[in-house]
Each structure stands twice: as structure tokens, then as C-alpha cells.
């Protein structure tokens, strides 16, 4: 009779302990809040791309370590042990035989053996040796060479993250912009929608006093669901411009952002004309190619002091054991000690023309690298010049599209009121009410373009990461 009730409890426990992994699961979003200046820096924290390239520098690091010990000692130690299945053998004239003596190895006198030769091994059983190697490097052009090109590829890597970092500052900035933009663009819908909806409700009253016709109506509510459906168009690109932004930051998607810069806080006038004023650039991307140059010209004279030779002292400290018996092998009196010491001189003579053709390789690299830098220089000029002008006609374009915006919100507000008044008709108060839209929506295009101009005229200057932390 206990049954039922047993399993009722346990029923509960298990139903408790499901909605509570359940209450767990579905946890509320973590949400922060960041103006752009905390936006970039924390972008250049936490992206993929600046996080590798600053691993990228201490890889640098340790090739300029790497290439620094080739000069420094190096000792090896090497611990033998052999087991001779067939001993090496001596071979040696028939006359020897008599001068040693046949232990009944297959040497000496053995029957086996032809006439003319004597055969004696070579080796005991078992061997063990202990060496101890030390080389050198006293002289070599290719290592001082190398120590040089190291330090400059780590600065190249410093470069590259520079590089690396104005990548993700312009795409989080643009991405930033486009979030406000769209941001601003749906509250507009929003308050087109609430006028439409508003210029509905009198219109069909005025529709049941008898003053407009059913056609007034209809014009207004394919105005409505028109706004509504755009409305739902707006609220999808905020989301998916503020997944875009996350991404680029780094940032988990499952933290919820919220922007507390508004566009008008954005623009400042006298950092723009500042900006426009400004002619000379700080281009990383110069600053690569220079670098890039310097390392052929590195490589190139490597391959020409390779004719020079290369000097090297060495030494060995070896000791050496052999038994007929494993046993016998650790014995202290079996082990023997050497050892040497000498200078080596490794002095090219002939390759082929090998290097002579390498050679030629790496002046027509530098050549290759000297018209780079030639056209990169030209590139960045004509980079700026666009930029400077697409922003000076953006901010023209802006003002104009901010002056229409204006005129198309009076010529609204006139013809609603001739409408209410009697004198104007319901198609011009729909007709204003579409001008207004299309002239702010107009108007939030061009300043989008204006903010994008102005981030591609920071980067044109190379100035995209001014006034943020080291």
C-alpha cells in the first residue's frame, strides 16, 4: 500500500529537480554597457586576430633567441652499449698467423681459414662507451647575419600586430556606427508607424462622421502595414549588427550589449576639420614594406658571405668499456679513457654557381621590394586624397540631407493641418507623410556614409588609434 506513495515522492523530487536545472539553464543574459572609446579597447584585447598577432611577436621572440644560441656552446653526451652477434674481423696476410696466436676464434691457424690469410676478430662481445662532444662556432658571416635579420623580423611582427589592430579598429568602429545608425532608423519607424497610426484613427472617424471616403482609409492602412513590416526589417538588422559588433570585439555571444554613445555625441566638428586639415600620414603599411626590404637586403648579403669560411673549434672527452661477459662490462679497471681537442676550417671552393645564383635571386627580391615601396607610397597618397574628399562630400551631402529632412517635416506639419482643417486633401497628407520618411531615412543614409568617410580618413592618416591605451 506504501507503493504509490513512494513513487509519488520520487516523481516530485525528480520534477523539483528538473525545473530547477531547467531555472538554471535559462539563466538571464549578462549585459554591459560600452561607449566606442571601451568598445576599441576592449576589441583590441580580446579579438582573435590582435590576441594572435601579439603571440605572434613573442614566437618573434624566441626566433631571435633561437638564432642567438647557434653562437653559444653546444654539448652533446652519448652512452653506447653493443652486443657483437658477429664480431668484426681483421684480415691479414698468412704470415701474421705465426705472430698471433690462434685462441680457436676462426683466426690464426683455423682449418677453415685459406692458406694465404689470416682472419682474428675484431671486437669483444660486448662494448660500452661514454663520450662527452663540445663544439665551437668561432667564425661564421652567416650567424652575425642571421642575429640581425631576427631582430628585424620581430620588429616586422611589431608591425604586423600594429597593422593587425587598425584592421580591427576600423571594422569594430564601422560596426559601432552601424549599430547606432540602425538603431536610429527603427526608432524612426517606430514614430512614423505612431504618426501613421495616429493620422488612421482620425482618419476613420472622420470616415464614420461621413467627411472622407473608404479610399482615405485603405491609402492610410497600406501605410501602416508597410511601416510595420519595415519596422520588423529594422529590429532584425540592430540584432544582427549587434552580433557583427560582438564578433569583432571578441565579445561571447551570450553577453548582451547596449551602446551608450548616441551619433550626436560622435560628431565633433573640430577634430573633423582638423582631420581634414592634417597632410602628413603614419602608415604601418610603409613601415612593413621598409622592413620587408631591409630583411631581402639581409638576405642578400648572407648569400655573399657564404664564399667566406666558417671556423670552429671542437673537443671530445670519451671513456670505453669491452667484456666477453655481460657481467664484466661495469668493471672499474675495463673502462679506458680519450679524449681530443681541435679546430676545423670549413672553406667553400666550387658549388656550381650555386651561390652566385642565389644571389641574383635576392637583388632582384630587393628590386621587387623597392617598387613595392615606391607604389604603396603613391597608394597612400591617392588614399588620402579620396578619403579626405569623400568625407567633405559626405558632410555636404548631409547638411543638405538634414535641410530637406527639416522642409519635409514642415511641409507635413502644414498639410495635416489643412487637412484637419478641411482645405487639403487626404492623398497630400499621405504623399507628405512618405516625403518625410524618405527624407529621413535619406538623411540617416548620408550620415552613416559621413561616419564611415571619417573612419576611412583615420585610416588613410594612420591615426585610427589615437587617444586609446598602449
Do not use: C
Not at 564578433?247 to 560622435?266: A, C, F, R, V
Not at 573640430?270 to 639581409?298: F, G, H, P, W, Y
Request: aromatic letters at 6%; a negative charge; proline letters at 3%.
Amino acid at each position: 500500500m506504501f507503493k504509490p506513495k513512494i513513487y509519488f515522492i520520487v516523481a516530485l523530487i525528480i520534477s523539483l529537480l528538473s525545473q530547477q536545472a531547467v531555472a538554471q539553464e535559462v539563466a538571464p543574459l549578462e549585459k554591459v554597457q560600452l561607449n566606442l572609446k571601451e568598445t576599441l579597447e576592449f576589441a583590441l584585447e580580446n579579438n582573435v586576430d590582435a590576441k594572435n598577432a601579439r603571440l605572434e611577436i613573442l614566437i618573434s621572440k624566441g626566433v631571435v633567441g633561437e638564432n642567438r644560441a647557434a653562437g653559444l656552446p653546444q654539448i652533446n653526451s652519448t652512452l653506447e652499449m653493443t652486443k657483437n652477434v658477429q664480431p668484426p674481423l681483421l684480415i691479414l696476410p698468412a704470415e701474421a698467423g705465426g705472430i698471433i696466436p690462434d685462441d680457436g676464434s676462426g683466426g690464426g691457424g683455423s682449418p677453415d681459414t685459406p692458406d694465404d690469410i689470416t682472419v682474428i676478430p675484431f671486437a669483444v662481445n660486448y662494448q660500452s662507451s661514454l663520450s662527452i662532444n663540445v663544439e665551437q662556432m668561432i667564425f661564421n658571416g652567416s650567424y652575425f647575419v642571421g642575429l640581425k635579420a631576427a631582430k628585424t623580423l620581430k620588429t616586422l611582427t611589431e608591425f604586423d600586430k600594429i597593422k593587425t589592430e587598425n584592421d580591427v579598429l576600423e571594422n569594430v568602429k564601422k560596426a559601432y556606427f552601424t549599430v547606432l545608425v540602425n538603431d536610429e532608423r527603427r526608432k524612426l519607424v517606430e514614430a512614423n508607424l505612431t504618426r501613421t497610426n495616429a493620422l488612421l484613427r482620425e482618419t476613420e472617424a472622420m470616415y464614420e462622421a461621413g467627411f472622407v471616403e473608404k479610399l482615405d482609409v485603405s491609402r492610410i492602412k497600406v501605410q501602416s502595414n508597410n511601416l510595420k513590416t519595415e519596422l520588423e526589417k529594422n529590429e532584425v538588422a540592430v540584432a544582427v549588427s549587434k552580433e557583427l559588433l560582438k564578433l569583432n570585439m571578441g565579445l561571447p555571444e551570450s553577453i548582451e550589449i547596449e551602446l551608450t554613445q548616441d551619433l550626436s555625441s560622435l560628431s565633433n566638428e573640430a577634430e573633423i576639420l582638423k582631420m581634414l586639415s592634417q597632410s602628413n600620414t603614419n602608415r604601418v603599411e610603409v613601415d612593413q614594406v621598409i622592413t620587408n626590404r631591409d630583411l631581402a637586403k639581409l638576405d642578400l648579403k648572407n648569400n655573399q658571405i657564404q664564399y667566406m669560411p666558417q671556423i670552429s673549434a671542437f673537443g671530445t672527452f670519451q671513456r670505453v668499456s669491452g667484456a666477453e661477459n655481460m657481467g664484466s662490462i661495469f668493471q672499474s679497471d675495463r673502462w679506458f679513457s680519450s679524449s681530443f681537442v681541435g679546430l676545423r676550417m670549413s672553406i667553400p671552393i666550387f658549388d656550381g654557381l650555386n651561390k652566385s645564383f642565389r644571389i641574383q635571386q635576392s637583388r632582384l627580391k630587393v628590386n621587387q621590394l623597392e617598387n613595392q615601396l615606391f607604389f604603396m607610397e603613391q597608394n597612400v597618397a591617392l588614399e588620402l586624397f579620396q578619403a579626405r574628399k569623400m568625407l567633405q562630400n559626405s558632410l555636404r551631402t548631409l547638411v543638405v540631407q538634414e535641410e530637406n529632412m527639416e522642409l519635409a517635416r514642415e511641409v507635413f506639419e502644414m498639410t495635416k493641418i489643412k487637412y484637419n482643417e478641411g482645405v487639403g486633401s487626404n492623398l497630400e497628407v499621405v504623399e507628405a507623410n512618405s516625403t518625410l520618411e524618405e527624407a529621413e531615412s535619406n538623411y540617416f543614409s548620408a550620415l552613416y556614409d559621413a561616419l564611415i568617410a571619417k573612419v576611412d580618413l583615420e585610416k588613410a592618416l594612420g591615426i585610427l588609434q589615437e587617444g586609446l591605451i598602449d
